[in-house]
């Protein structure tokens, strides 16, 4: 966790939104949680939740996207790239336990239909992280016109996957998109 109180807090609300969605974590509690001096929610965040909760999401879009680079650094195939993603959540799983997921997930489950703004920073925190998976992609020799297209299938069947796995409280929804995924997208190279 970082030292600034400010970076503490966005990180904290994201790791609270992953557990608890939006409607339920609360600006004490990410005070709390994030070691912050009380009277710094209004400093740093003057525009409330909503702004401490869309600054979260463009966290949690950034940190996608730094995972993928790493991973597409350390198995040079889609295929490899997409288990290297899924693998990051099996071990959290394994690790830590069913209870958090995508902050962007639960965002858009929770409140997203009722706040025009949170819907942009989900689909901004998406974009972020659609744009290096498409990009390693065509580095790893897909055709372009078909890059963004697998990116989206390759979140959509992780995060599909992530819901079944913490519901079941079982990693095999991780295990088949990987086994199932994997064959495609490699066959997809030019």
Not at 67 to 85: D, H
Not at 161 to 179: C, F, K, N, S, T
């Amino acid at each position: 966790m970082k030292a600034n109180p400010r970076d503490r807090m966005v990180y904290s609300a994201a790791q609270l939104i992953r557990t608890q969605g939006v409607s339920g974590t609360g600006m004490r509690e990410v005070v709390e949680h994030a070691s912050a001096p009380r009277g710094s929610l209004q400093h740093y965040f003057p525009g409330g939740k909503d702004q401490l909760v869309r600054e979260a999401l463009a966290w949690s879009g950034q940190f996608a996207a730094s995972r993928v680079k790493r991973y597409a650094a350390a198995a040079p195939t889609p295929g490899g790239l997409f288990a290297g993603m899924v693998a990051q959540w099996r071990d959290q799983f394994r690790d830590e336990g069913y209870a958090a997921g995508c902050p962007l997930v639960a965002t858009t489950a929770d409140v997203v239909a009722g706040n025009e703004d949170l819907r942009r920073a989900v689909r901004e925190g998406f974009e972020t992280w659609l744009r290096p998976v498409e990009e390693s992609l065509r580095d790893m020799g897909v055709p372009p016109e078909r890059s963004r297209s697998l990116a989206v299938v390759m979140i959509s069947a992780l995060e599909g996957a992530i819901v079944m796995a913490r519901v079941q409280e079982d990693p095999a929804p991780l295990d088949a998109v990987v086994a199932e995924l994997g064959p495609v997208l490699d066959a997809a190279r030019a």
